[in-house]
């Protein structure tokens, strides 16, 4: 049973910050490539952020201007997104993946959370 479970959303005032996880069993977490995508209101899902399955390469999105960082820990199975300087146009659902080395970076991945909700006020 492939599980990934978002935490860590919420009602944030601009300017604020959030650590967003995902905790992740029914597959090798250490062996896939995880990545995190948001869908914010009247848009499709878009790409986030990524972390190779060794830990040793991140990729983000340029729209997110440096604000976002991925971490994962391989013992506690959890993908991390911190999102700092968080702005009204981050309101959108937020949601992990993983993928099996399909691309780098993963787009349509393998397995994919239920999301959790970001809303930043102004």
């Known amino acids: 049973q492939v599980q990934l479970v978002e935490s860590g959303g919420g009602l944030v005032q601009a300017g604020g910050s959030l650590r967003l996880s995902c905790a992740a069993s029914?597959?090798?977490?250490?062996?896939?490539?995880m990545g995190w995508f948001r869908q914010r209101p009247g848009k499709e899902r878009e790409f986030v952020a990524a972390?190779?399955?060794?830990?040793?390469?991140?990729y983000y999105a340029d729209s997110i201007k440096g604000r976002f960082t991925i971490s994962e820990d391989d013992a506690k199975n959890t993908l991390y997104l911190q999102i700092d300087s968080l702005k009204p146009e981050d309101t959108a659902i937020y949601y992990c993946a993983g993928d099996y080395h399909s691309t780098w970076p993963p787009r349509n991945c393998d397995y994919w959370g239920q999301g959790t909700q970001v809303t930043v006020s102004s």
């Open positions: 972390i190779s399955w060794s830990g040793l390469n991140t």
């Open positions: 029914g597959f090798s977490f250490s062996n896939h490539n």
